[in-house]
């Protein structure tokens, strides 16, 4: 008898993903876990911390750079070539696809 209601009630949880949209999420972890294997490790840690794809919080050049005592400008151009070799890999059909 006692029933309150309250604001929150009707506010959406944007922060709870649909099921649909969690398996979307976990299927992408996936692919890009299995893409990620492919590179060496200084490269795979690279990509990691700039995209934030450990922990979800992306890193600067310069943070990176300081992580692996090299230039931005040299961090730069590692990340430039594994994306590039990433476009071009055949093995990353999957993913492209996903996302498409």
């Given at each position: 008898?006692?029933?309150?209601?309250h604001?929150?009630?009707?506010?959406e949880d944007?922060?709870?993903?649909s099921?649909?949209?969690a398996?979307?999420?976990s299927?992408?972890?996936?692919?890009?876990?299995?893409?990620?294997?492919?590179?060496?490790?200084?490269?795979?840690?690279?990509?990691?911390?700039?995209?934030?794809?450990?922990?979800?919080?992306?890193r600067?050049?310069?943070?990176?750079g300081?992580?692996?005592?090299?230039?931005?400008e040299?961090?730069?151009?590692?990340?430039?070539?594994v994306?590039?070799?990433?476009?071009?890999?055949?093995?990353?059909?999957?993913?492209k696809?996903?996302?498409?």
């Amino acid at each position: 008898e006692d029933e309150e209601t309250h604001l929150g009630d009707f506010i959406e949880d944007v922060e709870v993903k649909s099921p649909p949209d969690a398996a979307d999420f976990s299927m992408l972890q996936k692919h890009i876990q299995v893409i990620l294997e492919t590179l060496k490790d200084r490269e795979r840690k690279i990509i990691q911390l700039r995209y934030g794809l450990s922990d979800g919080h992306p890193r600067t050049l310069e943070e990176v750079g300081r992580e692996f005592a090299l230039t931005r400008e040299r961090i730069r151009q590692i990340e430039f070539k594994v994306l590039y070799r990433l476009r071009i890999s055949k093995k990353n059909i999957a993913l492209k696809d996903f996302l498409n």
